[in-house]
């Protein structure tokens, strides 16, 4: 046989065996009647995830055409079969109740070759139960009363630099300095370390910060791959953060903890708790003797977390006063009528502002900083009283934050920004599911009283002592980013601001 003709073979035989594996994974939810688009040949339903639209759009847009169809509908994240939640029944299903089959959200991680990913809101299995059992005392109410005066103080100088900021210019960029003023409070109650974001513009904090959530490593179609065959990927030793993000973050904690450890300096903060879970040895939970790259993920992922949610939540929140003058009129009012009452403004005060928690929970209603969250199947399941609706062991089910948050019947006329959704009486009316600002179930947010804290302390003072309007630069309909692992607008948020 000539040796063009061997060649010729050898394509066709492997162009067909492509061509059966793409037929068989991509007829997967054709096979079992399940509802779901057609998929395209390398990126399933995700063509266009991270160039035109954010993952979360995607999902959102998916929820939202399929609804009503049955408990879910499948979905193709590149070449891997996936269900996206649609009914609320079958929701509450898989984050509370049959949670036991999914407690892993089954997200991509490489502790061994990228080791700021091995942190708990990645962790799966055992490991992720045991630490998060260790890191819950962390974030009980007593812990925050106890960082509160931390937050007070950083309160203060966003204040101040404020004022100083426009003298020069009164229209601003508000999410960046929220992210400065956040990017400091953590600092000193994550790390014991003033940031110093706020004065400081060029912090090399707030920009590695910023750049591991909006920057991936990877172009797009890379991160989809990865997103595809997530076991490939790691055997592959695949990373997701940026270099010099690593570098930065590892050599900052790295030096923090010897100098703690050199110099036996003791504080109640969240370093101090995993300082001593590294030395520990004999700790019976499995995590005592945690190695150095362990401790350092946990601090790296609530350093993000404390930084990106509470700051874009304040953000949006205030744009939308801006938009609607008198919501913010009416917030402006309790505020003050709290600091009358209380000048120093306690810990217990500010989480009592019944107005305010509405601002800030209708905020994350129409802009959910995390727009979606993902649980996987330990085991073959079927949704209840759906026989039809079966999923293999490893199937991953998505449940659209933002699709739920925008969905018309939950929330009638979902684009416009109503606090009165989150009255006291309309709240005790709503099932859990249909508010996941926070997640739900035994895997929601860990840090959720320290985000509320920190959101509520941040707008109370901004609204006491400042005016937010649009301006001719203000974007009246926000764009979002489709790189940013979050919902970050495309744009600027810019305001105009003036001292009252």
Not at 46 to 55: C, L, Y
Request: aromatic share 12%.
């Amino acid at each position: 046989m000539e040796p063009t003709t061997q060649v010729l073979y050898l394509v066709l035989a492997c162009t067909s065996v492509v061509l059966v594996f793409l037929r068989r994974h991509l007829n997967y939810w054709k096979r079992r009647g399940i509802p779901h688009e057609e998929p395209h040949a390398l990126f399933g339903n995700m063509k266009g995830a991270r160039s035109e639209m954010g993952v979360g759009e995607i999902l959102a847009n998916y929820y939202h055409k399929f609804k009503g169809s049955g408990p879910f509908a499948g979905i193709y994240i590149g070449l891997r079969p996936a269900a996206v939640l649609l009914d609320k029944t079958a929701i509450k299903h898989v984050l509370i109740k049959d949670f036991s089959n999914f407690t892993d959200r089954g997200l991509y991680y490489n502790e061994k070759e990228d080791p700021l990913t091995g942190h708990i809101f990645f962790m799966d299995g055992q490991k992720w139960r045991r630490m998060r059992n260790k890191l819950s005392p962390t974030f009980t109410s007593g812990k925050m009363k106890y960082m509160y005066p931390t937050l007070q103080k950083v309160a203060d100088e966003l204040v101040e630099v404020l004022a100083e900021r426009i003298q020069e210019d009164p229209v601003l960029e508000i999410r960046d300095l929220l992210g400065r003023f956040t990017t400091d409070i953590i600092g000193r109650v994550v790390f014991g370390i003033e940031c110093n974001c706020l004065k400081n513009k060029n912090s090399d904090f707030m920009n590695f910060g910023r750049k591991s959530i909006e920057v991936p490593r990877h172009h797009s179609v890379i991160m989809n791959l990865i997103d595809s065959f997530p076991g490939v990927a790691r055997k592959l030793g695949m990373r997701v953060l940026p270099e010099d993000v690593h570098q930065f973050f590892m050599r900052i904690i790295k030096e923090t903890v010897d100098y703690r450890e050199q110099n036996q300096v003791k504080a109640n903060d969240f370093l101090n708790l995993l300082i001593e879970l590294k030395n520990d040895k004999e700790d019976k939970s499995g995590l005592g003797g945690l190695t150095f790259e362990e401790m350092a993920a946990q601090l790296f992922a609530f350093f993000i977390a404390g930084l990106e949610t509470s700051s874009s939540t304040m953000a949006y929140a205030i744009y939308e006063l801006a938009m609607n003058p008198e919501i913010q009129d009416r917030l402006r009012h309790e505020v003050m009528q709290a600091f009358e009452k209380d000048e120093a403004i306690t810990y217990e005060t500010v989480m009592q502002i019944p107005y305010l928690n509405q601002v800030l929970s209708e905020s994350l209603r129409k802009y959910p900083i995390g727009s979606f969250v993902t649980r996987r199947a330990l085991n073959d399941y079927t949704i209840p009283g759906y026989p039809k609706y079966s999923v293999e062991k490893g199937t991953t089910f998505f449940v659209s934050i933002l699709g739920i948050h925008h969905d018309p019947e939950l929330y009638p006329n979902p684009e416009k920004f109503d606090p009165e959704r989150f009255s006291p009486e309309l709240v005790k009316q709503r099932e859990s599911v249909e508010f996941l600002g926070f997640g739900d179930g035994p895997r929601n947010c860990i840090g959720m009283r320290f985000g509320q804290m920190q959101s509520r302390l941040g707008l109370a003072y901004i609204i006491k002592h400042y005016r937010f309007s649009v301006c001719p630069q203000t974007e009246r309909n926000l764009k979002f980013d489709p790189l940013s692992q979050s919902l970050k607008t495309l744009h600027p948020i810019l305001l105009r601001v003036e001292a009252i």
